[in-house]
């Protein structure tokens, strides 16, 4: 019974990342030798203020970046040393992205959204089957300038989801909305969560968001300044801000 809890399954590995920026002359350090693990359908929470480097270590565990040092296991495979073809299909292939403003094409209805990764994903849920799931089957063709940031921002997740990817990475998908509405857009990450199975990383500067994980990461100054487990994970519709 406690197999499980002994030897979680790890879906990435990171060691000794640290990453620099040059901005010019000046080396700018965003990391600095970070080790985490992102356990097999987890939802992590990484929490810091602005400039801390969690949003750098997001982008690199998604293969949006790469670091100055260390490794990313995935499936056996460390990201670091990918070329950009093989993180290109990396993420395409596995990870799901939400970000603070929702990326939505204005063109497009809801549905339409979703489906610009339904129709290049090898195994997506149909576009209605991810609105559903994060509750819009009611607005699936409504364009983005009908909706309300809340619900844009859940269209964007349904987006992210379609593909049904292993790990879905969120950063600050809250940090546009009012404490209402976030609830909204956090309710329908966890239930992603729940329902699908999927690695779920959000990252945030609001503390109170924390309580919704399995595991909170705190990171400053490019490290990680503390992990700790929550006994028990609060629904979304608990927190408020």
Known sequence: MGEDVTHPKATL????????YHTGEVEVPALA???????EGELIVLLGP??????????????????????????GQDLAQMNDKALTLYRRDHVGFVFQFYNLVASLTARENVELVTEIAPDPMRADEALALV????????????LSGGEQQRVAIARAI????????CDEP???????????VLDAIAQTNRELGTTTAVITHNAVIADMADRVVVIGDGRIQEVRENSARKQPGELSW
């Open 13 to 20: 590995k990171a060691r000794g990342l640290s990453k620099v």
């Open 33 to 39: 030798g970070v080790d985490l693990d992102l356990i």
């Open 50 to 75: 602005s400039g801390s480097g969690k949003s750098t270590l997001l982008n690199i565990l998604g293969g949006l970046d790469r670091p100055s040092t260390g490794s990313v296991e995935f499936a």
């Open 135 to 146: 509750g819009l089957s009611e607005r699936i063709n409504h364009f983005p300038a009908e």
């Open 162 to 169: 379609a593909k049904r990817p292993g790990i879905l990475m």
């Open 174 to 184: 809250t940090g546009a909305l009012d404490s209402k509405t976030g609830v909204l």
